[in-house]
Every structure is written in C-alpha cells, then in structure tokens.
Nanobody, 120 residues
Framework: QVQLVESGGGLVQPGGSLRLSCAAS????????MSWYRQAPGKERELVGS???????NLVPSVEGRFTISRDNAKNTVYLQMNSLKPEDAAVYYC??????????????WGQGTLVTVSS
C-alpha cells in the first residue's frame, strides 16, 4: 500500500487556477498508475485523469485542455494543474495509486482528499 497526501486545495474564483499536489510514500516510478479523482456533494466520485509509470497522461474530456497532470519523481509527487476553473469543478479531489502485487493483482491506495471550492 502507498501512503498518499494531497494538498493545494482551497478557494478560487471562476476562471482562476490552482495546483494540487499528491505526495507518495514511495517512488512514483514504482507505482503503476497514479490518478486524480474528484467527488462533489451528492455525486459519485469520478476520474479526472491519470499518469502512468512511463509518464503518459490522460484526462477526461470535461477537463482536457484546462487541466494537466505532471510528476516530479525526485519528490515522489504528482501534480494536477487546474486552469480556467469552473463552478462544476468544485469537489473534493482525491489522489489514487495503483500498484501491482507479487501475485499480479492491483492494490489501490487513496489519499484523504483536498477540497477545491470555485466561487465568486
């Protein structure tokens, strides 16, 4: 299991920017996939984007072009840069890590979440 700590959430105005950080307890190079999810009140948790060990990133259409995922392997940290924020982006953002066990099965870890509020 990977220990994950998110940070960087806060209040931002529509159109503003925010960068979230996810610090992992082990090398990000040892993690198969790291992802950002978000959950708004009364809604299901949804995937925002992912980054693989190779550095390939994917973002869902609703945030593609506005959000970017990056990684600093030296700091064991993954970032979510959020630009042009919209009210519908407001949610608790969670970091997720998937590793593969020696038995070949996925092991998932979750951070505690960081709150992003988009409001005037």
């Amino acid at each position: 299991q990977v220990q994950l700590v998110e940070s960087g959430g806060g209040l931002v105005q529509p159109g503003g920017s925010l960068r979230l950080s996810c610090a992992a307890s082990r090398s990000t190079l040892s993690i198969n996939v790291m992802s950002w999810y978000r959950q708004a009140p009364g809604k299901e948790r949804e995937l925002v984007g992912s980054i693989t060990r190779s550095g390939s990133t994917n973002l869902v259409p609703s945030v593609e072009g506005r959000f970017t995922i990056s990684r600093d392997n030296a700091k064991n940290t993954v970032y979510l840069q959020m630009n042009s924020l919209k009210p519908e982006d407001a949610a608790v953002y969670y970091c997720n890590a998937r590793t593969i066990s020696p038995m070949g099965e996925y092991v998932e870890s979750w951070g505690q979440g960081t709150l992003v509020t988009v409001s005037s």
